[in-house]
């Protein structure tokens, strides 16, 4: 089964770690990796840009409408994620609280059950 792990980012709680703290979180992205890598159930990971980067793309009346990101006013936003596979859920949740932003206290990770994929070879129909 594929799951997403998905880590949310609130900067307020960012900025009131200590800089040691952040470190942890940080250090902890490389261990995660090489525990799934090493496992086999990685198959993607890819940290996000700030909202501040992002941008929103609309159809109106058949004219594309660029706007700022979706999550402006938001508090947190979402800063990455990891895709695995593995056994099942219960495994997913394992995985998902080796992640170091699952320790850290307002944050947490998402474990979202992927329904559908498509790649490359699906669009090529390979």
Known sequence: MKFLLLMHMNPRIWEALTEEERNE???????????????????????LADPPESVVVRVRDGVPVVSDGPYVEA?????????????????ALELAALIPDAKVAGLGVEVRPVVFAAGPEAASGS
């Open 75 to 91: 508090k947190e936003y979402l800063g990455g994620y990891y895709l695995v596979e593995c056994a099942n859920r219960d495994r």
């Open 25 to 47: 979180v940080v250090e902890g992205q490389s261990e995660f990796m090489a525990t799934v890598r090493e496992s086999g159930e990685l198959l993607a990971a890819n940290a």
